[in-house]
């Protein structure tokens, strides 16, 4: 049904749309944290308030199908508008949101990378994947026993803390790198996260690569680590990876060559590439897979980064259309593989390319968001406020409580219709990200605020500017900070029940699923391919 320009759904409507076999897209359009407390399996979020910011990456085929969700607010058909005038045309709204979800007898899910975290346990179950305790870990280096333990985390999280002992080595480089981390074929290797994922999908990689050494992941990771009683080390940097010599690197592509090979893992061309990139009507990803070193030294034009292992770890953060192509750049193709090879048992449709990334002509960091430029200058901003000009915030929700200017109103994109301001007075957007003031400030001229200004600033930069700043524990409130997920947010920081119901969290996936949602995951999708 439609109203006005909004053409409506129903639950039950979307539910087998999802695993038609053509391309869909479900995004949720409200904020991360209300997101994390609930939403359907299959739905990505793209926050309303980083719309415009986000969309693009996500949503590269303004013709495919998509359909928006809120909380029954009205937000979504805010969000259909504005997509709408970006170019996609072939949005739908789910009549009544979320809750709609509910009463349609269908689950909502907590958390995040619900997906990838639902397969990581499909694997273990299913692949029978070796793991260790961390009481057994702990036991074999006090014998002072040679054992190698390899942090598959972003190099970012292992600095916030990690294993003693432990090295830096993200899940996409395990396979390619192990040679030159591991001293013999005979020493064991412990794959370590912070929970399970990831420990579980990086001791797996090298179990189905045929690695020699005896191999496991550590149950629970980090935080089984802690609840066990032994203590982390914080801000330790990691160590470089090795880099590989030439005869190293011709080994990884014929290891590459024969992952593809043996397991049957689809490979596409750079003329094929480019013509599936051409085509408006359908939509391709193309990812390279490397370090970000790797990646900003030199990549192929167009591709966008993700290591292997946060691409598995976090798919539903860079690919928001089902059934879409799948492509995975790097320069021995082994990495690709591996990756490859998860992605494909997530029920995604996925390539390798046969050209070397590292080959690419383009260089640099991938472009981030820039939001607008300041419209007002920071020296200026004490006179303007002192003058009775209205200042809003438009930083996160947590970050406004740990600092902002003293008479700062914290504001979100995604309620701004609930605040009444005097469009006749001037008023002032500041906060640490562009992106979200620039949304705060479209939204504001909509409402009909005409006199807007725009200063992005930090804490030590409004101090400077001489601003006096404020601190609040509680504005704003848990409820109004919707966009921070408060579920077990500090597992990390000491609060073991916050670890206990995180892991009870992730153990539970499984049994939440419904058939449809568990038909898409299957690690054994991609086989070995039996050879005569």
Aim: aromatic content about 6%; charged content about 25%; hydrophobic content about 40%.
């Amino acid at each position: 049904m439609r109203y006005g320009s909004v053409k409506y759904v129903s639950a039950e409507t979307v539910k087998p749309q999802l695993t038609d076999g053509g391309e869909i897209a479900f995004i949720d359009v409200r904020e991360h944290g209300q997101y994390g407390e609930g939403h359907p399996f299959f739905s990505v979020n793209l926050p309303y308030s980083l719309l415009e910011t986000r969309a693009e990456a996500l949503l590269p085929c303004r013709s495919v199908r998509c359909i928006l969700f809120d909380d029954g607010d009205g937000v979504a058909e805010t969000a259909a508008a504005l997509l709408e005038g970006r170019g996609y045309d072939n949005l739908q709204v789910l009549a009544g949101g979320a809750p709609a979800w509910t009463a349609a007898g269908f689950t909502l899910f907590k958390g995040v990378n619900v997906p990838s975290k639902s397969f990581g346990e499909l694997v273990e179950h299913e692949l029978g994947t070796p793991s260790i305790s961390a009481e057994e870990l702990k036991t074999l280096q006090e014998r002072g026993e040679s054992v190698i333990v390899l942090d598959g985390r972003s190099p970012s999280e292992f600095r916030k803390m990690s294993l003693p002992g432990a090295r830096s080595c993200p899940n996409a480089e395990l396979a390619y790198r192990l040679k030159g981390l591991v001293p013999d074929s005979q020493t064991p290797v412990v794959v370590n996260c912070a929970g399970r994922t990831r420990s579980i999908i990086g001791a797996q990689t090298l179990q189905e690569c045929g690695v020699a050494n005896p191999v496991f992941a550590l149950r629970n990771g980090t935080q089984g680590w802690r609840l066990a009683g032994f203590e982390l080390d914080h801000g330790r940097a990691p160590q470089p990876l090795p880099t590989l010599g030439a005869d190293a690197l011709a080994e990884t592509r014929r290891r590459g060559k024969a992952l593809i090979r043996d397991y049957g893992l689809a490979t596409v061309d750079a003329a094929t590439l480019a013509q599936w990139q051409a085509d408006e009507r359908s939509t391709t990803y193309l990812f390279d897979v490397r370090t970000q070193e790797e990646y900003e030294q030199a990549h192929l034009p167009g591709a966008r980064l993700a290591p292997g292992g946060q691409l598995v770890q976090a798919t539903d953060e860079k690919v928001a259309v089902r059934n879409a192509r799948i492509v995975l750049s790097d320069d021995t193709r082994l990495r690709a593989a591996t990756t490859a090879l998860w992605l494909s048992g997530m029920g995604h449709r996925v390539w390798v390319l046969e050209e070397d990334a590292s080959q690419g002509t383009a260089s640099g960091p991938e472009d981030g968001p820039e939001g607008a430029g300041d419209t007002l200058a920071l020296s200026d901003l004490p006179a303007v406020v002192a003058s009775g000009a209205v200042l809003l915030d438009a930083s996160r929700g947590l970050d406004y409580r740990k600092g902002h200017i003293e008479g700062a109103r914290w504001v979100t994109r995604a309620r701004l219709n609930c605040l009444d301001l005097p469009t006749a007075t001037p008023i002032i957007v500041t906060g640490r990200s562009r992106p979200l003031i620039a949304g705060v400030i479209k939204d504001l001229a909509a409402l009909g605020c005409a006199r807007l200004d725009s200063v992005q600033g930090t804490p030590a930069s409004w101090q400077a500017a001489g601003l006096t700043l404020a601190q609040t524990a509680d504005v704003p409130s848990q409820e109004d900070c919707i966009d921070h997920l408060f579920f077990v947010h500090d597992r990390h920081d000491g609060n073991f029940e916050a670890s206990r119901q995180y892991l009870a969290w992730e153990l539970g996936l499984l049994d939440q699923l419904d058939e449809q949602e568990r038909s898409v995951l299957d690690p054994k999708r991609v086989k070995r391919v039996e050879t005569v």
